[in-house]
């Protein structure tokens, strides 16, 4: 079975729009877990953009599915994810002024701030993923590392506008998948999954877990607005003929 993680950060990037209170991430996970998700993830960015400290702590106390907390490298953001002790941390690599994780983490010759990372996480019990473009050099050097999975950045494939260009990056998915398999290591997928192309992903062999939210959430919206704007006009029009 594939397990779904449904990453709610643009719940919270509509809410800082406006730095209210709403819509609330956390509502946005329990209505997700009713829908089916077996994991929700947030990214606590260092720039704080999105998911706030607040929300990591109130998750942690709702979430009943998988709690799959996504962080870079930064000894503080790491600290906060220690305190909170989710199932599971996915490692990223993080640049203040881009729009997404644009690209997976460099581990070849055992960056010191990744394996600090690892080893603070994993003494407390926490599975770590990290999260690496489908490049076997990386792969090979995060088995020598010893975590718990490797979650692969589809990312490329899901930019692909030309078919060529889209099984290209198709295939280096599928032998970067092969590749985690033979190392004994779970496999995990994400970035720019969509409802049109996360069908060839999540038929990839041992495929385990999927991360998607940005489409998850555009739609949401939009299958939601219709009833939003059907219950203000209710609300209007009640008022106004009292
Ligand atoms: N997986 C990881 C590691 C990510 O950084 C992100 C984006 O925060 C996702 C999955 C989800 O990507 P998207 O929002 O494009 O579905």
Do not use: W
């Amino acid at each position: 079975m594939i397990e779904l993680g449904v990453n709610i950060d643009h719940i919270a990037t509509i809410r800082q729009a406006r730095r209210t209170n709403e819509p609330d991430p956390v509502a946005a996970a329990m209505l997700a877990q009713l829908g089916g998700a077996d994991g929700i993830t947030v990214h606590l960015r260092e720039d704080r953009r999105h998911i706030q400290d607040r929300d990591i702590r109130v998750l942690r106390e709702t979430v009943t599915v998988k709690y799959n907390f996504e962080l870079s490298c930064a000894a503080e953001i790491v600290s906060i994810a220690v305190d909170c002790k989710p199932q599971q941390a996915t490692l990223v690599p993080e640049r203040r002024e881009e729009v997404t994780t644009e690209g997976g983490l460099d581990v070849t010759n055992n960056p010191p701030r990744v394996v600090e990372a690892i080893e603070r996480l994993t003494a407390i019990g926490v599975d770590v993923c990290l999260f690496l473009d489908p490049d076997t050099q990386q792969i090979d050097a995060a088995a020598a590392l010893g975590v718990y999975a490797i979650e692969l950045h589809t990312g490329q494939y899901a930019l692909a506008t030309q078919k060529s260009e889209r099984d290209y990056q198709l295939k280096r998915l599928q032998e970067a998948s092969a590749a985690i398999v033979a190392h004994k290591m779970q496999l995990h997928a994400g970035h720019g999954l969509t409802y049109h192309n996360v069908g060839p992903i999540a038929a990839i062999p041992n495929m385990r877990e999927l991360n998607i939210g940005h489409s998850i959430i555009s739609r949401a919206v939009l299958v939601g607005m219709r009833d939003a704007v059907s219950e203000m006009k209710r609300l209007i029009t009640t008022a106004a003929t009292r």
